[in-house]
């Protein structure tokens, strides 16, 4: 059964999972274009795939390369600040939970103006930026990520995951090769393509129009917010 749809949520309609679902994937949009950012455009350090960061931390370290090893910490140690606020702000998982608890919103509300600020700089900098403001930048990003990835454990469904996804295409491999069919892998597949598609859509407006990403960025997690907030309002006038 794929993530998503397991769930031990006190109301679980279909329609609230489905809602759930699209915005998982909207999330992890948001979360390939920060990483192709972060790779591309703030010194080549990503911005959520922390066991990547660790590496080239060592290789930072074995070539003695104290720039490269200062960016890709101030990454590591941004996103653990991200995560641990995004933990305090969402909280941990109830039993009573809807289907998008409220501090979820919350937490991603505080991701969006990380991002915005990041934003802001990005144009007075005529979206090029570069030198030391870059690991500004990236710390701006990594702890947005790091938010995003510690508020989602609130649903409290194992496997889930809109930012370090080695894990989701593990489990999506494990059941392939166990003869289970692809509606079992469905969402999890869906989640992957979404950061792919986050990245490539970021590094083509890198090349081409790079005032504008980040407008992916917020639009993706604004659309996120925006949606949540209308289901949640939706689910309230229907009681």
Known sequence: ??????????????????????????????????DAVGVLALGSAFTSVMTGNMVLLG?????????????????????????????????????????????VSVALQVEFVLLAVYAVAWWALGSAPSGDVLMPLLALNAAALGLQSSAIQRFGVAGLSTTYLTGTLTSVVIRLSQGK???????????LAGLI?????????????????????LGTLGGVLVVARLSREMRRSAR
Do not use: C, N, Y
């Not at 079992?184 to 989640?191: D, K, N, P, Q, R």
């Open 1 to 34: 059964m794929d993530p998503m749809t397991s769930t031990s949520t006190a109301v679980a309609s279909p329609t609230g999972l489905q809602t759930r679902a699209h915005l998982v994937v909207a999330l992890a949009v948001t979360s390939g274009a920060t």
């Open 59 to 103: 290789v930072g370290v074995a070539d003695r390369d104290l720039r490269a090893v200062l960016l890709v910490s101030v990454a590591i140690l941004s996103f653990m600040v991200g995560a641990a606020i995004g933990a305090k702000l969402a909280g941990q998982h109830d039993q009573t939970d809807s289907i998008w608890p409220r501090p």
């Open 181 to 191: 069919g692809l509606r079992t892998v469905g969402h999890s597949l869906t989640i």
């Open 197 to 217: 598609v986050g990245a490539a859509v970021a590094t083509f407006l890198l090349e081409v129009a790079p005032v504008a990403v980040p407008l992916l960025q």
